[in-house]
């Protein structure tokens, strides 16, 4: 038999543990435990037995219900052997040969003695089912007779929620147990309607409920000589009874037929990624894609599409978010496009429109987050949707490259007037002075009034999450920085109104985002034949270009700042310190030759932006510099990207190549079986922050895709 560690797949990340209450976390809000296993966008998951006393389990399974994880059991269907003819339960702790390993679309179990081999799987058949599928193998030349036991129980209490039970009803079934779980509305712990969770098997099985779980027994198993034997069960779970009566009951005889064409899926996405390099890169780029996998969550709720969230191990993301979905989806067209189609379509299912009855002022713009919940301007209870500012306008570079994998004209046809409408919000609800540069604002918001006058903390707080560079130096508050009122017209209306709110800070970032925008809506307008649309198109490129190059570039420091401005004057803020975001403009192009070349002799240095880990959010130099405060220093991945990308694009290709190995080889665990992190410490590479990060992996891939693969150990 082949070994485990041999499969290039296998293990790439380490789903050992066991928890022992419903909800177990760091002190940043990460699940103890580094990964779970899910696939196919189901909303539970599963780990492998880190002791002998959970030899056999899956054990969990985590939960999301609805918007945070938790665990619903220890291990909810442990095993047991038992020879039938002696009635002793044999120790699967005893077996002198061991595999417990994971591969891309199962966990797997094996169990080895002189005459059995017991082995138990773990797959998704669909996003709403997990398979265990447990099969014994007589190696002697003698009959054998045996039987296997299931049993276990659901926590019964949530750590943080006084007097709540989880478990409402415990009811058995022809072939199977099901919990239905007690609801709750607890805004900020645990959100649960009418869910439940269940237990079903294929074949005849005898099954007890006792007052703390369950039992289960097979049949009496009769192995002939050198024979075997399989028996299948599945765990289900889901949010509502109206989802349990979708997704139907289980037909066991397509099961089969599923599992493989999930594990076609899966050697057609390892063969797409496999282009060579080492199987060092080849096992990372792989460990991104399971990542993204791992994130990705089917509709359920108010999420209408198939989606990637940033982190099933992270408390607060378990939605999805704006600018997260447009990298992803980048990536995700690498070896699955319609996935990355689906990702970006999740978030426009909600852009605004003139005739939305919240805010028609908004039209084109979307939220910056969804979650399964809306918010109770939407009539729902949830609190983590936002729609207090937007994100950054990426949504058609991902487009754009989703094209470039599946030459889909009738993608574009779609999205074109969607991305305008998007593109052209900025302009109307963020340019105060109408200058052609764009400001980070924030919706009109209740949470941005107190007291009848706008409060000036939430508002510079929300055009920084605009930017999303949350507490980015840049946007620190000062006597110069104002709250600026943006009025016009909304569609029906004659009346001038409140659009939204800009700080006094033109942002070399967006700005750059919006002029790769004007260009890759002129490419989109040229491929649909829209002849004079692209010709705009790149005239307003033009412009935007020149403004950025003159206006934002500062020749006696050799870099690109944000601009400040009042009534009288602009200024670029230089004294705010350089910033990950003047490297942008390279991404974009919207640098000059000799521009890109003062950046690169200034700045490409071990003081500057070239440390340990490339390209941290703020220059090591700077005296606002703090390697390991979110968005004041640690290196996030996509801005490393963006400044490679940078730097490739202007020539320096044998640079943009050296850091981004340099990346990879000193961010901690990048290349190992640790989870990806949100950010990395930029002078010791240490993961920071959320694990299992989606972005942080579609860069990992990209880089892989665009470079690495071409390097050998």
């Not at 978010?321 to 990298?327: R, V």
């Not at 969804?370 to 487009?399: C, H, M, V």
């Not at 004007?518 to 490419?523: E, S």
Request: charged share 20%; glycine share 6%; aromatic share 12%.
């Amino acid at each position: 038999m082949m070994a485990a560690s041999t499969m290039p797949d296998s293990d790439l990340l380490d789903y050992r543990g066991t928890p022992q209450s419903m909800e177990q976390r760091d002190n940043k809000g990460n699940l103890l435990i580094p990964a779970v296993y899910t696939d196919q966008g189901a909303w539970h998951g599963f780990h492998l037995p880190a002791t002998a006393t959970d030899f056999g389990a899956f054990t969990g399974p985590l939960i999301i219900a609805q918007e945070y994880s938790v665990h619903f059991s220890d291990a909810i269907q442990r095993l047991a052997l038992i020879d039938a003819d002696g009635g002793q339960s044999w120790s699967l702790a005893s077996a002198p040969k061991r595999q417990i390993y994971s591969l891309s679309d199962r966990l797997v179990q094996e169990f080895h003695w002189p005459t059995l081999s017991l082995k138990t799987q773990l797959q998704f058949s669909d996003n709403r089912t997990a398979i265990i599928t447990t099969s014994l193998h007589n190696h002697s030349d003698e009959p054998q007779r045996w039987q296997l036991r299931w049993y276990g129980q659901p926590f019964s209490s949530h750590p943080n929620i006084d007097s709540y039970q989880l478990i409402n009803t415990t009811s058995k079934l022809d072939a199977g147990i099901r919990w239905q779980l007690n609801p709750t509305r607890e805004t900020w712990q645990l959100m649960l309607a009418d869910a439940e969770y269940e237990i079903l098997f294929e074949h005849a099985t005898n099954i007890e409920v006792t007052a703390e779980g369950y039992e289960a027994s097979s049949a009496v198993l009769y192995l002939e000589p050198n024979s075997q034997v399989s028996l299948r069960s599945a765990q289900r779970y889901f949010h509502t009874q109206s989802e349990r009566k979708q997704a139907g009951q289980i037909k066991w005889s397509e099961v089969t037929q599923q599992l493989q064409r999930n594990n076609q899926r899966w050697q057609q996405r390892l063969a797409k990624l496999n282009r060579g390099g080492s199987l060092i890169d080849s096992r990372m780029a792989a460990k991104s894609m399971q990542t993204l996998m791992h994130n990705w969550r089917s509709p359920a709720g108010a999420i209408r599409h198939d989606a990637v969230t940033p982190s099933i191990t992270y408390k607060w993301f378990n939605g999805v978010w704006a600018w997260d979905s447009w990298k992803q989806a980048v990536a995700l067209a690498q070896f699955d496009p319609q996935l990355a189609t689906a990702n970006v379509s999740a978030m426009f299912d909600y852009q605004f429109t003139a005739n939305d009855p919240v805010r028609p002022q908004d039209a084109g713009n979307l939220p910056d987050a969804i979650f399964y919940n809306q918010d109770s301007q939407r009539q729902g209870d949830g609190g983590n949707w936002n729609e207090r500012n937007g994100k950054p306008p990426l949504a058609t570079w991902a487009i754009w490259q989703i094209y470039q994998q599946t030459q889909d004209k009738q993608l574009l046809v779609e999205f074109y007037p969607k991305l305008v409408a998007y593109h052209q919000w900025w302009y109307r609800n963020r340019d105060h002075n109408g200058n052609g540069l764009v400001e980070y604002g924030a919706n009109v918001h209740p949470l941005h009034i107190q007291q009848g006058k706008v409060d000036r903390k939430a508002v510079i707080e929300a055009a920084a999450w605009e930017s999303g560079m949350d507490n980015a130096p840049r946007f620190d508050d000062s006597p110069e920085l104002q709250i600026l009122e943006n009025i016009g017209l909304v569609a029906g209306s004659s009346e001038p109104q409140l659009l939204g709110y800009s700080i006094s800070q033109e942002s070399v970032d967006l700005n750059a985002y919006l002029y790769a925008e004007k260009r890759w809506l002129a490419d989109i307008a040229q491929v649909l034949g829209k002849q004079q649309d692209s010709k705009q198109w790149q005239q307003q490129a033009d412009v935007l270009q020149a403004q950025i190059q003159t206006q934002m570039f500062d020749n006696e420091s050799g870099f690109f700042y944000d601009l400040r401005f009042d009534e009288q004057r602009s200024w670029r803020m230089v004294d705010a310190g350089r910033g990950v975001e003047g490297w942008v403009a390279l991404w974009a192009g919207a640098a000059s030759k000799q521009q890109a070349q003062q950046m690169v002799s200034r700045y490409l240095n071990d003081a500057a932006f070239a440390t340990k880990v490339p390209f941290p959010t703020v220059s090591a130099d700077s005296p606002a510099f703090a390697p390991s405060q979110y968005w004041r220093g640690p290196v996030w991945l996509d801005q490393s990207y963006f400044a490679l990308h940078g730097l490739a694009r202007y020539g320096y290709i044998a640079e943009a190549k050296q850091l981004a190995r340099q990346l990879v080889e000193a961010g901690e665990g990048m290349q190992t079986q640790q989870p990806i992190r949100e950010n990395y410490h930029p002078i010791t590479g240490e993961g920071l922050h959320c694990t299992n990060f989606s972005w942080s992996a579609s860069v990992l891939l990209l880089l892989y895709s665009d470079w690495l693969h071409q390097q050998q150990d």
